[in-house]
């Protein structure tokens, strides 16, 4: 066992904190945030040019603006948060010291200086390629070097976490199986590494030809390479957020899952799977044959969605069970009427369950359909599609565990309460809104990448139907309420690590922030073995009468814009 003197026993949770893991954690978290701030500024100013009578920025800054955007909020944002998670999931819920702190900070380092360097490039003009950065646009090689010396940080802090659970197992901080929130930041960093190696393969060699030591990149290949990173680090984020809304609600409630072995099984599919529905993104492309197409968008794709499925059930069904445990047995919804929805941690992750499950993974399958994919590729439905899944699922179950990483390991008291309960409900709803009506807008045929949907001054105008542009007014509107709501986030997560009142034994007390048991339910092994969940399955069923309407609607759109005869 490591020496005594480099840990603290948590008040709140019991539970012994690596003091070099606590700073690795702070530091990713607090790098995060910043990324978010960043990324959150400059996805206010695209909602504003993509609402027509506003139209903020002229044609190239909104474009450059897009793809500091999508890099800072879809790869900086999240993975920074996401290392913190890999950190806190080994060191801290195994008891156990974490791997090589000091190669840790060097990891930091490289994303750290990965992370300027790519905004830098971005910010000089030369390379707004958008996220997707497409060959045979051109950015500059800084652009492409910045984001490679992010991956290989992000690559080195994956192998740390990978080091800390051999530690763990070896000096046997921990009893029987690792626990299941710590098994699904496995999966996300084993599905990482399949991801960064994805990015490697096809970012140095364009890396090299934006320097002209290679002549050229093929673009069919670079797509359906790239798409093996791009759309693969999202799904870091769906096994990263899933184990995070495990996390809370067992902190919160001493809520287990229904079945281990169940849930275990459910991540193993991502693992399997999930790459496959990068795919969806390349069906519309002529290089690709059908075959190709056919069977990574059904047979195959629809494993990934029976986890995350299994999920959808588990999750709420480990809530429910703890509260009944707790005498809320009264009728179908008395255990969810009396949650505690006051606390930020719980009503961001639920709020983010719900969002994901009914915006975003809906929308997923209908956009992962071969043909339906034809009536609403590369339109703004798309991005709709994002923002359901990676900021209203993602960033608000990242933001809800934020709200007990500030106790637990800054050690500091939540400034400004009252408002922090209100925050991620603000912030939902904007963020719900713009995903709702972007998806409205991209049905109607809403172009995904022209700055300005009323086409001025084309020689070829083209006019949606009004309702398009009021869809799009709508979402600039649901933009600015969910800038508010992230603005708010970092304005009191950041005042409380700077001026929070320092959380002692004696705070602990007077304020507790986990939940009876919440700290042994969090780190150990254990099903709660019951399927007596009334209102969990009224839910199930309600989101399983949306998925049918919303399919059978989307084929019989299909039907009317492409007749047979």
Same mark, same amino acid.
Not at 31 to 36: D, M, N, Q, T
Not at 264 to 293: C, D, T
């Given at each position: 066992m490591a020496v005594?003197?480099?840990?603290?026993?948590?008040?709140?949770?019991?539970?012994?904190?690596?003091?070099?893991?606590?700073?690795?954690?702070?530091?990713?978290?607090?790098?995060?945030?910043?990324?978010?701030?960043?990324?959150?500024?400059?996805?206010?100013?695209?909602?504003l040019t993509r609402w027509p009578d506003v139209q903020l920025l002229p044609a190239d800054w909104f474009y450059l603006v897009l793809t500091g955007h999508g890099m800072n909020v879809l790869l900086f944002w999240i993975i920074f948060f996401e290392v913190a998670l890999l950190y806190f999931t080994s060191a801290i819920l195994l008891k156990s010291r974490l791997a090589t702190p000091r190669i840790g900070w060097l990891a930091f380092g490289l994303m750290v200086v990965g992370a300027v360097l790519a905004n830098i490039a971005v910010l000089q003009g030369d390379s707004s390629v958008m996220f997707t950065s497409y060959v045979p646009m051109r950015a500059a090689p800084h652009f492409y070097l910045g984001i490679i010396l992010f991956a290989v940080g992000a690559l080195i802090a994956c192998f740390i976490?990978?080091?800390?659970?051999?530690?763990?197992?070896?000096?046997?901080?921990?009893?029987?199986?690792?626990? $299941? #929130?710590?098994? @699904?930041?496995?999966?996300?960093?084993? *599905?990482?590494?399949?991801?960064? =190696?994805?990015?490697?393969?096809?970012?140095?060699?364009?890396?090299?030809?934006?320097v002209g030591l290679i002549g050229n990149i093929d673009p069919v290949m670079y797509k359906v390479i790239w798409w093996a990173m791009g759309h693969s680090s999202q799904q870091i984020n769906v096994s990263a957020h899933v184990a995070v809304w495990y996390a809370i609600a067992a902190m919160l409630l001493g809520a287990k899952p229904l079945s281990e072995k169940?849930?275990?099984?459910?991540?193993?599919?991502?693992?399997?799977?999930?790459?496959?529905?990068?795919?969806?993104?390349? $069906? #519309?492309?002529? @290089?690709?044959?059908?075959?190709?197409? *056919?069977?990574?968008?059904?047979? =195959?794709?629809?494993?990934?969605?029976v986890g995350s499925m299994i999920h959808g059930l588990s999750v709420p069904g480990a809530i429910e069970a703890a509260m009944r445990r707790r005498g809320f047995t009264k009728g179908v919804f008395e255990w969810l009427r009396k949650a505690p929805w006051g606390n930020p941690a719980f009503s961001a992750m639920f709020t983010s369950l719900i969002y994901f499950g009914f915006l975003g993974g809906i929308s997923g399958v209908v956009m992962g359909a071969e043909q339906i994919n034809i009536i609403m590729h590369n339109t703004v439905y798309v991005p709709g599609h994002f923002h359901a899944t990676v900021v209203a699922g993602t960033t608000l179950a990242f933001m809800g565990i934020t709200y007990l990483v500030v106790p637990l390991i800054f050690q500091r008291e939540i400034i400004f309460p009252r408002l922090a309960k209100w925050q991620p409900y603000i912030f939902g709803l904007g963020v719900a809104g713009i995903s709702v009506f972007m998806m409205g807008a991209g049905t109607l045929g809403v172009a995904r990448r022209h700055w300005d949907i009323g086409f001025t001054d084309a020689t070829l105008p083209y006019n949606y139907p009004d309702f398009a542009f009021l869809l799009m007014a709508l979402n600039g509107m649901a933009g600015v309420l969910a800038a508010v709501g992230g603005f708010l986030f970092i304005g009191i997560v950041v005042g409380s690590i700077l001026f929070g009142k320092r959380r002692d034994a004696a705070s602990v007390k007077s304020n507790p922030i986990i939940g009876i048991g919440g700290g042994t339910a969090v780190s150990s092994y254990g099903s709660e073995g019951t399927l007596k969940l009334p209102g969990t399955m009224v839910l199930v069923a309600i989101f399983f009468t949306a998925f049918f309407l919303y399919y059978w609607v989307n084929w019989k759109y299909l039907s009317e814009v492409w007749p047979l005869s």
């Open positions: 005594s003197s480099l840990f603290r026993t948590c008040p709140d949770t019991g539970l012994p904190v690596h003091l070099p893991a606590q700073n690795l954690i702070r530091a990713n978290a607090v790098a995060a945030v910043v990324a978010l701030l960043v990324g959150g500024v400059q996805g206010l100013m695209v909602a976490f990978f080091g800390t659970l051999v530690i763990a197992r070896e000096e046997k901080t921990y009893e029987g199986s690792i626990p $299941l #929130v710590t098994f @699904g930041a496995m999966t996300a960093a084993i *599905i990482a590494v399949f991801t960064i =190696a994805s990015g490697a393969i096809i970012l140095i060699p364009t890396l090299l030809w934006s169940v849930s275990r099984m459910a991540f193993l599919m991502y693992i399997l799977f999930l790459q496959l529905a990068s795919a969806h993104h390349l $069906l #519309v492309e002529p @290089g690709i044959s059908s075959n190709w197409k *056919i069977f990574n968008t059904s047979y =195959a794709l629809y494993l990934a969605v």
